[in-house]
C-alpha cells in the first residue's frame, strides 16, 4: 500500500509544481500576485528569495536567533500588509526588505526585557558559533548600509546580501550593468570612509562580509510556506487589523516558545490565541474551532490578560480609519559624531568655552527653544558633539556631507563662533571674535522722552565669511536693495535660539541701553518694544558709523514703510506710539472663557519674521500693545488674529481693528467655534516613509456650508506655516464640510499638482475656488480632499507623496564621449531650474517622471560650446544619452524708445520648458550664459535649433519689458539682433 506524503515532502511537492509557473516572474510580479489574490505561492516564492537576505540581517543586528526569527516574521509581515501600496524600485523588492528587516531588529533590540535575554543568551550563543569581533563588525556594516541612499543601498543588497551577478542586479534595478558596479564601487568607498571615522577598520573588504548563510532547503520551504498562509489571512490593507495581526502574532510566537521552557503559564498563550481571533482577519490557532470574530469596535482588551492596556478603535463615523502606520514608524535621527576646536581671536584654545548644535527652527511663532551646550572645549580646546547625520544627497538642501546644523561657540569676553553646515568628517576650528564694540543706543518716543522698560532683543545675527562688513557695505551702497544685499553676502545663526543665548537688554530710566556679547563686524537685527510705543525691528552693525536706510528689494521704491534701518554701534530710536487692542476670547457655543490662546499681528516684522504677541489669561481676556496706528509693514490695514490654546481644534480668526482714537485703546471680543482635529501623515507612497517638514495647508470650498459659522476663519490674510513633524505625522485644525489638505515636500523627488484630478469641473483658470485663498495644486505635490462630518473630533488624512520613477542621464559631446559639469534643465518635477552638476559626474538623474509624462531635458557644456535636449519619461529608455552640438549665440543691444541704453537690470529666459500643442517647444538657457552691460549691450549663449526663446527685462523682481519673443536660431548659428527696442510693459 503506498505512503502517503506528508509534511515537508508534501510541501516540497506542492511548492514544485508552483515554482514552475513562478520562478521566472519578477519580485513587483509576485507581489502584484499576491496584492490582487493573496496568492500564497507567491508570497512564498518572494520569502524563499529574500529571507536568508532578510533572516542573516536580523541575526546580524540582535545576534540571537530566537529574536532574530521575530523580527524576521515581522518583517514579511509588514511586506504583505503594504503589498497593494508598494512599488519596487526596479523590479527587486530587496532594498526595500533589508531597510524594514535592519529597522525591525533593532526595534526589538530596544526593548529592554528582550535586551536583557539577549545578555543572558549571547555568551553561549556566542561560544557555540565562535562569533565575537566579526559578529560585531558585521551588525556595524549592516547599520551602516541601512544609512546608504537608495541608488547605493539597493545594488549592495542585490549582489552582496542576494548574491545576485551585476548582469542580474541591473535586470532587476533596470539600469545599466556599468552603471551598478560604479555605483557599487561608491558604496564601498563611503562605507569604508563612514566606518573608518566610527573607529572600524575592517581587515577585509567590508561588503564581503555580508553574503549570509542560506538555511536549507526544508527550513526555507517551511519557513516560506508558514508566512505565506499567515500573510494571506491577514488583511490587505494597513489597517488596525494587520498591525494587530503582526504583533499578536509575533507574541504568540514568543509565548509558545517560553511555555515549552516552562518561563510562562500555557493558560497565557491559549488567551492570547483567543484574543488573536477577535481580529478580522487574523488566521485562527491551531485547533480553534473558528475564524475571526466580530468587527472590531470601540474598545479592546486582550482576553485573559488582566490589567492589559484598551486599545482604542481608530474608526470614525463610517469613515475609512487611517492607516496603521506603527510598522513605519519613523525611528529617531540618526547621529553622528563630530570633533571640533575652539580658539580665541589669537589662536589659543578656547578652553572652557560652550559648544552648542543649533539644528533649523522652522516655526517663526511661539517661544523661542532654550539651546542646552551640549559640549564644553577641554584644556586644548577640543570638543566632541552629536550632530545630525548628513542626509542622502538626493532628499538633502545642503551639500552632499553636509551637516544639517550650525556649530556654535560661546566663551565669555568674546563673541559667538559659528561654523556652518560643516561637512562630516572635516573637523571644524571655531575661532571666537573680539566683543570690544558692543552695541548702545537709546529709545525716544515721539515727544522726545525716554522710553523706560524697553526690552532690546537680539532676532537675528549675520557675518561675512571673512569676519569684514567692508564689502557688504560698499556693495549696499552701490545696489541698495539691503535684504538683497544681505542674503547674497552675509550669512549665520539660523533659527530663534539667538535671543535665548545673547542679551535682551533693557532700557534704564533714561531710555538707555547696551548689548555685548555679539562680537565685531557683525550684523544683528533687533526686536525693540514695549508697552507704550509700536514695535519695531531694525538692523544695527558692531561698527561705528551714520544710520543706512535702504528699500528691502528694489531700489527703486520710495514707499518708507519698504525700508529696512542699519544703524551703527551707538544710535538713537525714536519709536511711534502704539494702538492698544484689548478683549476677551470664549467659546461660540458653550461661552467659557478661553486661557492660554495666543493673540497676534497677522503680519510678520523683521528678517527673520517675527510676530507681535500675547496671550489670554485664566478669564480668556487680553491686552495686546506694539501694533502701530496706521498701516503695518505690507500696507495692510491693522488687524488682530487669534489663535486657539496649545492642544484645542479651534480654527484661527482674524478681525480688523477699525480706525479710532490711537490714544484710546480698542476692544475685540472673539468667539471662537470648536472644529475637528485633521490628523494624519504624508508619506512617501513607495516606501511608505514618512515625509519630514512637508508643508501644510488646508482649504474650504467656497461653497462650504459651514463657512458662515467661522466667520473670519476665511479671511485671505490668515497664512501660517504648518509643516509635518520627523515621522510625517501632523495634526491640523479643519472645519465641518468639503475641504482640502495640500502637502509639498522640501525634496524636488516628487511629483506635482496630484489628487485633484476629480476636480477638474471646479478649476478657476489654475485655481480652485476656495478660502482662504484660493489654492493652486500646482503649488502642492498631493492634495487630498477631505469631507469633515458636523460634530466630529477627528479627521483621518493620509496624504501619499509619489516619487514617481526617475531615469539616468548622460550628456555626450560629438565625439560620443560624456561630458561632466554640464547644466541640466528639467531634472525634477517641481522648480524645473538650470542646475550645474559636480565636475567628474558623468551621469545625472532625472526625478520624479510620471507614468505617461514627457518632459524636456536640456543641457549645455559652458567650456566645449555645446549644448543638447532630449524628452525623458513616456515609453523611452531609463537610461538616456543626449547628443550635444555646437550651441548658437545671439548678442545686440537694448534701449529704450529714445534710443537710450537700459542698464541696471538682468536679461532673463522663461522660466518654465514645455511642448506646445502644436508640437513647438519653448526654450531656455541660464542665467550665467546670459550677460547684460551698463552700455546695453547683451551676449545669450547655449540656443539650441527647435526651440523658441522669450527673454524678459527684470529689475529687482519688477517685470520692465519683454525685449525678445519668439527667437529661433539654427545649430552653431552666430546673430547680431541690433539695437532692440523695450516697450514698457502694459
Given at each position: ?489 552675509l550669512s549665520g545663526w539660523p533659527g530663534r535660539s539667538v535671543e535665548r543665548l545673547i542679551g535682551p537688554a533693557t532700557t534704564d530710566a533714561d531710555g538707555r541701553f547696551r548689548l555685548e556679547g555679539i562680537g565685531r563686524e557683525r550684523v544683528v537685527g533687533l526686536w525693540i518694544e514695549a508697552q507704550t510705543i509700536e514695535t519695531t525691528v531694525v538692523f544695527a552693525r558692531t561698527r561705528p558709523g551714520e544710520l543706512l536706510r535702504f528699500p528691502t528689494f528694489n531700489p527703486h521704491d ?427 510693459p502694459e
Amino acid at each position: 500500500m503506498p505512503r502517503p506524503v506528508t509534511g515537508a515532502a508534501l510541501l516540497h511537492l506542492h511548492r514544485l509544481f508552483a515554482e514552475g509557473s513562478l520562478a521566472g516572474l519578477t519580485d513587483a510580479q509576485l507581489l502584484g500576485r499576491f496584492a490582487a489574490d493573496r496568492d500564497e505561492a507567491a508570497f512564498a516564492a518572494l520569502v524563499d528569495r529574500h529571507g536568508p537576505m532578510v533572516l542573516g540581517v536580523c541575526r546580524a543586528v540582535l545576534g540571537d536567533a530566537h529574536v532574530a526569527e521575530d523580527a524576521f516574521q515581522a518583517t514579511f509581515l509588514t511586506l504583505a500588509r503594504r503589498s497593494g501600496v508598494l512599488r519596487p524600485a526596479g523590479e527587486s523588492l530587496g532594498g526595500y526588505l533589508h531597510r524594514v528587516a535592519h529597522r525591525e531588529a533593532r526595534r526589538l533590540n530596544a526593548a529592554d526585557a528582550r535586551r536583557r535575554a539577549l545578555d543572558r543568551r549571547a555568551a553561549a550563543e556566542a561560544a557555540r558559533r565562535g562569533a565575537t569581533a566579526d559578529s560585531d563588525l558585521i551588525a556595524a556594516v549592516h547599520w551602516a548600509v541601512a544609512d546608504l541612499p537608495d541608488r547605493l543601498r539597493l545594488p549592495v543588497v542585490l549582489c552582496h546580501l542576494e548574491g545576485r551577478t551585476h548582469a542580474q542586479a541591473a535586470a532587476e534595478l533596470l539600469w545599466g550593468e556599468a552603471t551598478v558596479r560604479r555605483r557599487l564601487a561608491d558604496a564601498r568607498d563611503l562605507l569604508r570612509s563612514r566606518l573608518t571615522r566610527e573607529g572600524i577598520a575592517p581587515a577585509v573588504g567590508v561588503l564581503a562580509l555580508l553574503r549570509p548563510d542560506r538555511p536549507s532547503a526544508a527550513a526555507s520551504a517551511l519557513r516560506a510556506d508558514r508566512l505565506a498562509r499567515l500573510a494571506a489571512s491577514s488583511p490587505a490593507g494597513p489597517g488596525l487589523g494587520a498591525g494587530l495581526v503582526a504583533a499578536a502574532t509575533a507574541w504568540a510566537s514568543r509565548l509558545a516558545r517560553l511555555a515549552s521552557q516552562g518561563t510562562v503559564r500555557v493558560a497565557s498563550v491559549a488567551s492570547l490565541g483567543a484574543a488573536l481571533c477577535l481580529i478580522p482577519g487574523a488566521p485562527a490557532p491551531v485547533g480553534a474551532p473558528g475564524a475571526s470574530g466580530p468587527p472590531l469596535t470601540g474598545r479592546v482588551t486582550l482576553a485573559g490578560a488582566p490589567g492589559a492596556p484598551e486599545i482604542p478603535s481608530p474608526i470614525l463615523r463610517g469613515e475609512p480609519q487611517a492607516p496603521d502606520d506603527k510598522d513605519d514608524e519613523a525611528e529617531p535621527m540618526k547621529r553622528v559624531t563630530l570633533t571640533g576646536r575652539v580658539e580665541r581671536p589669537d589662536g589659543m584654545p578656547a578652553a572652557g568655552a560652550r559648544v552648542f548644535v543649533i539644528e533649523p527652527d522652522y516655526q517663526p511663532i511661539g517661544p523661542a527653544p532654550e539651546p542646552e551646550a551640549a559640549a564644553r572645549a577641554d584644556a586644548d580646546g577640543r570638543f566632541t558633539v552629536q550632530v545630525p547625520a548628513p542626509k542622502a544627497a538626493e532628499e538633502a538642501a545642503e551639500a552632499a556631507g553636509q551637516i544639517p546644523a550650525h556649530i556654535i561657540a560661546m566663551a565669555d569676553g568674546f563673541g559667538p563662533a559659528i561654523a556652518e553646515s560643516p561637512t562630516e568628517g572635516e573637523p571644524p576650528t571655531l575661532r571666537l571674535v573680539p566683543d570690544d564694540v558692543p552695541i548702545s543706543g537709546r529709545i525716544l518716543d515721539i515727544d522726545g522722552q525716554p522710553v523706560p522698560g524697553a526690552t532690546i532683543r537680539v532676532q537675528s545675527l549675520s557675518r561675512s565669511p571673512d569676519e569684514d562688513l567692508e564689502e557688504w557695505l560698499t556693495t549696499l551702497e552701490r545696489e541698495q536693495a539691503a535684504y538683497a544685499v544681505q542674503y547674497r553676502l552675509l550669512s549665520g545663526w539660523p533659527g530663534r535660539s539667538v535671543e535665548r543665548l545673547i542679551g535682551p537688554a533693557t532700557t534704564d530710566a533714561d531710555g538707555r541701553f547696551r548689548l555685548e556679547g555679539i562680537g565685531r563686524e557683525r550684523v544683528v537685527g533687533l526686536w525693540i518694544e514695549a508697552q507704550t510705543i509700536e514695535t519695531t525691528v531694525v538692523f544695527a552693525r558692531t561698527r561705528p558709523g551714520e544710520l543706512l536706510r535702504f528699500p528691502t528689494f528694489n531700489p527703486h521704491d520710495t514707499e518708507e514703510r519698504h525700508k529696512a534701518s542699519y544703524y551703527g554701534n551707538e544710535f538713537e530710536l525714536v519709536a511711534g506710539p502704539t494702538q492698544v487692542v484689548v478683549g476677551s476670547v470664549r467659546d461660540a457655543d458653550t461661552g467659557e472663557p478661553l486661557a492660554g490662546a495666543v493673540v497676534q499681528s497677522p503680519s510678520a516684522l523683521g528678517n527673520p519674521l517675527g510676530y507681535i504677541q500675547t496671550t489670554t489669561d485664566a478669564e480668556g481676556r487680553y491686552r495686546l500693545t506694539g501694533l502701530s496706528t496706521g498701516e503695518d509693514s505690507l500696507g495692510n490695514s491693522n488687524a488682530v488674529l487669534v489663535r486657539p490654546p496649545d492642544g484645542e481644534p479651534y480654527p484661527m480668526l482674524l478681525r480688523d481693528v477699525q480706525p479710532g482714537d490711537p490714544t484710546a485703546p480698542v476692544t475685540i471680543d472673539f468667539e471662537m467655534k470648536r472644529g475637528a482635529w485633521i490628523v494624519g501623515r504624508v508619506f512617501n507612497k513607495v516606501t511608505g516613509e514618512g515625509v519630514s517638514r512637508a508643508g501644510l495647508q488646508y482649504f474650504i470650498f467656497e461653497d462650504n456650508p459651514h463657512r458662515e459659522d467661522y466667520r473670519g476663519f476665511d479671511y485671505p490674510r490668515i497664512s501660517f506655516p504648518l509643516q509635518s513633524e520627523e515621522d510625517g505625522t501632523f495634526r491640523i485644525v479643519g472645519i465641518p464640510g468639503r475641504g482640502l489638505v495640500g502637502a509639498r515636500s522640501g525634496n524636488e523627488g516628487f511629483r506635482i499638482g496630484l489628487g485633484v484630478d476629480h476636480l477638474k469641473a471646479e478649476d478657476n483658470g489654475g485655481f480652485l475656488r476656495t478660502v482662504p485663498s484660493q489654492c493652486i495644486p500646482s503649488s502642492f505635490n498631493t492634495m487630498v480632499e477631505v469631507d469633515i462630518p458636523e460634530g466630529a473630533d477627528t479627521f483621518p488624512c493620509e496624504i501619499p507623496l509619489d516619487p514617481g520613477h526617475w531615469i539616468e542621464v548622460r550628456a555626450v559631446g560629438p565625439d560620443g564621449k560624456p561630458r561632466t559639469g554640464v547644466w541640466a534643465f528639467g531634472k525634477a518635477d517641481f522648480y524645473r531650474l538650470w542646475r550645474r552638476e559636480p565636475e567628474g559626474e558623468e551621469t545625472f538623474d532625472v526625478t520624479a517622471l510620471g507614468p505617461d509624462e514627457r518632459r524636456l531635458i536640456l543641457v549645455a557644456h559652458e567650456g566645449d560650446r555645446l549644448a543638447g535636449m532630449a524628452m525623458a519619461g513616456g515609453d523611452g529608455p531609463d537610461a538616456l544619452a543626449i547628443e550635444m552640438q555646437p550651441w548658437a549665440e545671439v548678442t545686440g543691444r537694448l534701449v529704450d524708445p529714445d534710443g537710450r541704453p537700459f542698464a541696471s537690470a538682468a536679461l532673463k529666459p522663461r522660466d518654465f520648458v514645455k511642448a506646445g500643442a502644436d508640437g513647438s517647444r519653448v526654450g531656455s538657457v541660464p542665467d550665467e550664459l546670459i550677460t547684460l552691460g551698463d552700455d546695453g549691450r547683451f551676449h545669450i549663449r547655449g540656443l539650441l535649433p527647435g526651440l523658441t526663446y522669450t527673454f524678459w527685462l527684470d529689475r529687482d523682481n519688477r517685470i520692465l519689458g519683454q525685449p525678445i519673443t519668439e527667437l529661433t536660431v539654427e545649430a552653431g548659428e552666430e546673430k547680431d539682433l541690433g539695437d532692440v527696442v523695450v516697450e514698457p510693459p502694459e
